[in-house]
C-alpha cells in the first residue's frame, strides 16, 4: 500500500494524505469512495474508484 501511495503522490501531485485515502480505497477494494474535496474526488475517479463528491 506505501508503494501505491508514492506513485499515487507522483502521479497526480497530491498530498500524502489524499495518497493514503485513495491507496486505501483501492487495497480493500471499496465500493463506494465519498469525499467533500472536488481534487480528490477527481483523482479518485481517475484511479477507477466509484467516486461520490459531496461538496
Same mark, same amino acid.
Given at each position: 500500500?506505501? !508503494?501505491?501511495?508514492?506513485?499515487?503522490?507522483? !502521479?497526480?501531485?497530491?498530498?500524502?494524505? *489524499?495518497?493514503?485515502?485513495?491507496?486505501?480505497?483501492?487495497?480493500?477494494?471499496?465500493?463506494?469512495?465519498?469525499?467533500?474535496?472536488?481534487?480528490? *474526488?477527481?483523482?479518485?475517479? !481517475?484511479?477507477?474508484?466509484?467516486?461520490? *463528491?459531496?461538496?
Amino acid at each position: 500500500m506505501v !508503494r501505491l501511495g508514492w506513485k499515487l503522490m507522483e !502521479r497526480h501531485h497530491i498530498h500524502e494524505t *489524499y495518497a493514503t485515502q485513495v491507496a486505501s480505497a483501492k487495497h480493500v477494494s471499496a465500493s463506494q469512495f465519498l469525499t467533500g474535496d472536488k481534487w480528490l *474526488y477527481e483523482v479518485a475517479l !481517475r484511479e477507477g474508484l466509484n467516486s461520490t *463528491y459531496l461538496g
